[in-house]
């Protein structure tokens, strides 16, 4: 059976993940703070520690992208509802052996291919609807990319916003932050069809981009809510100090991520 | 950690699934059909044998689905956007072990919460949008339950058709088709993070659901055709006769499933 | 030129509404409540006034229905993405000439063909997600129309949440409320392309409709909470005292309503 | 009682529009061929006429824009939801009283503000699903401005796709095309509520942008597909000669625009 995954046939056609390379182009609108390190703990498992204490461990990364994505022959070029999706996602760190990690603890995205994409990856995705302004470079109708250039982006899901965000850019910047820039550690687990709160797999993996390519970036006044829904714990992560935003376009590619070790 | 499924945390709030047992409700119209057996076998892994020749090896039911779920507690009952969704699916069947089983090859939901939990099940779940009328009681908005009664449902993903049906009542019926009536015999597979095309794991799972409670049944004449997509691969099981259309509401819980096999 | 409305062509085949009659089924989940009639007073054009001291001037009727809505050829039958739309609207009551009238202030739906119908008829809709649970008769998975059935329904627009609302029947009823049971009054208007804030054409016109027919009504206990968003009003109608709150299937048909005066 | 548009009330916050004048930056993707002119013919009413023989009277320009739109004030830069829209649209071009205008026959947008926004101006605005690719500048995840960029565009509505086209880019050009660059002449009438055929008010009105800026214009190869639907007269318009494919980035005002009569 071909495909890389379901649901597979003879010819793999209908694998609703195309295959390895997937290429990516995007726009990164990042703002990072600080929370309760505690509330961090509390969606780390068992054997991962904490960032250090002098490791910043309660800081956060809400990070807002519009992104186009495609295989190596560019099929979706020309279908473009299969090349384009908007992910909001909240980023820690955390420590495992005796080295630092990225971890990623929430994520939505707006498309199914998207969505599985990430399980593959060990991202928790669901599904929302996540908005950015872009940058423009005629007329008034958006935010250009220069000082005092206004961005703004949300994030919703069933129906209930979720967060809001604003960057209103101060200049060029070094860097779009610190709190995503280390390989990600992720679970990936699949609870026994038995449904009995065990799982049948379960493993770590990380993985990280290649080929990355990245524009200038642009560092700005942040400001970020955070607002209550029955099946999330987004509110638990609420700022505590805002540490800046960020606005950056990233290319990269996905060649496919590694297996850390069996749980 | 805590949640049946991602993200877990301390408290499982965030989990994309509740715990079991889930209930539903729903309405289904069913149309049944013979396609080429060749195509059936080209859907099944190689574990996995068509049905005899005195079997109908290839048969298909193609059932659209409107559903409430909800949990023990009914806390969906109050935000009816977690409540609701509607799926189609496509049903053959298969032989294993000298038995007989269904099997889903093809289906699509329009919720992230309902696309999860097929996967936790073995079924290899899409998005899509998934129409179909209901029945009325008073007005002439929509079809009634009796003799001439005309239901339509129709299926797209990406921006294209995929699939659209009618069912015209005749009148009652014993049962709503015989094709989807076997438990389920579905893959549960994770390809490896490193994207070699091999999976870490995989097994053969059962399911069916329990507390089964009946409508009447409806049967009618039926008429389904199918659309081309350049990641889909549903025309392959075009319609060569059509065996029957059915309507028919059914209760029923799902309080998990049955591993069968390690592979 | 054919076609009831834009676009319109030699064949008429485009316009985005079918000719009449249009023949409505659907449910209606209805909460009355009593607002501040000072309120009420700021949603009305002058030349309308508040229902009299004995009349509850402030008494609202907020309306979610589940609609199946059709041609006299049922061309929508087969194609139930466009016969299904829901919609969440506000009603209150005015004077104009010495008469009582229901009156829609706010409302919104699901579907393009829906917002337009509503503007020939004058009704000030927008698009919104709009959701509401639905009574079954098998299975666990939603509500029962029985005593201790609970209803659910929820209003959302740009990502935001506007109301939820929930009604636990006790038990059948007389009617579904009082709020819109009158000819509705509205204005329809349509502001100079020049945008100098002048309209170039206005009219007061009247509808209900005909051909109605009513399933048995039931009443329950009723919540609703209303939600701000920088774009809407709905808040300034919060409930002071809950009247009651109501479920029924109706039919009708909307076959043209009826030119007041040009103004 | 204030506001633009429905619903009206005493402050004007929950108006569908807001004041102009209205900024727009946008990119557009424009696809220009030649139809049958009796096709374009069966779309104008009768006061106006066809283009002239030696001006390409069956000109047809199918044109994706991706917009961000905000007020003065810049108050949708921060909830960017009500920032940004898509649209699909079909200019042609007409003679009335003596002068050569371009003319929108139809037109699908995802917003419902920008569908209120272009009813309006005339424009035959229905709902849709607008998909374009968008240049990028960093990674393999999208089209260049370059040679050889590959551009595409697909519109759907009601769960069947309309329309899909490509454009690869071979240069930068002097314009991106000719049959959208005269003033429109658009129609805005209102049907009379007894739905009688006949039109309670009717108007012939024009507007243009002002304060436009533009980037430098890409030229390239195009093709473009259109399908059938029961509620489309689009393939009505299908291609015969294809005239060019261009992309441009687009930043204009609307302030108003001017009636020219009324029918």
């Not at 090349?83 to 909240?90: I, P, R, S």
């Amino acid at each position: 059976m071909e495909g890389l995954s379901f649901p597979r046939s003879a010819t793999g056609t209908s694998s609703i993940l195309p295959p390895l390379p997937w290429h990516y182009s995007g726009d990164l609108l990042t703002i990072e703070y600080r929370a309760d390190p505690g509330a961090v703990r509390r969606l780390l498992p068992d054997e991962l520690d904490l960032a250090n204490d002098d490791e910043d461990p309660g800081a956060v990364a809400f990070i807002w992208a519009d992104w186009q994505a495609s295989s190596d022959d560019r099929r979706e070029f020309v279908d473009p509802i299969r090349l384009q999706y908007k992910e909001a996602f909240v980023v820690v760190r955390c420590r495992w052996r005796g080295q630092l990690w990225s971890r990623c603890v929430f994520i939505w995205v707006d498309k199914d291919f998207a969505m599985v994409r990430g399980h593959l990856q060990g991202y928790p995705k669901k599904l929302g609807s996540v908005q950015m302004s872009r940058p423009v470079s005629v007329g008034k109708g958006g935010p250009r990319l220069e000082p005092g250039g206004l961005f703004g982006a949300t994030l919703a899901a069933y129906d209930r916003r979720l967060a809001q965000a604003t960057v209103t850019l101060r200049g060029v910047a070094e860097g779009n932050g610190f709190v995503n820039s280390l390989p990600m550690l992720h679970h990936r687990f699949l609870p026994r069809i038995e449904g009995d709160g065990t799982d049948t797999f379960a493993e770590l993996v990380t993985m990280r981009g290649s080929d990355v390519e990245l524009s200038e970036a642009w560092c700005g006044d942040a400001e970020i809510e955070l607002f209550d829904s029955p099946v999330e714990e987004l509110t638990t992560l609420a700022p505590r100090e805002i540490l800046g935003g960020y606005w950056r376009s990233v290319g990269t590619t996905f060649a496919g991520g590694e297996t850390l070790e069996a749980l």
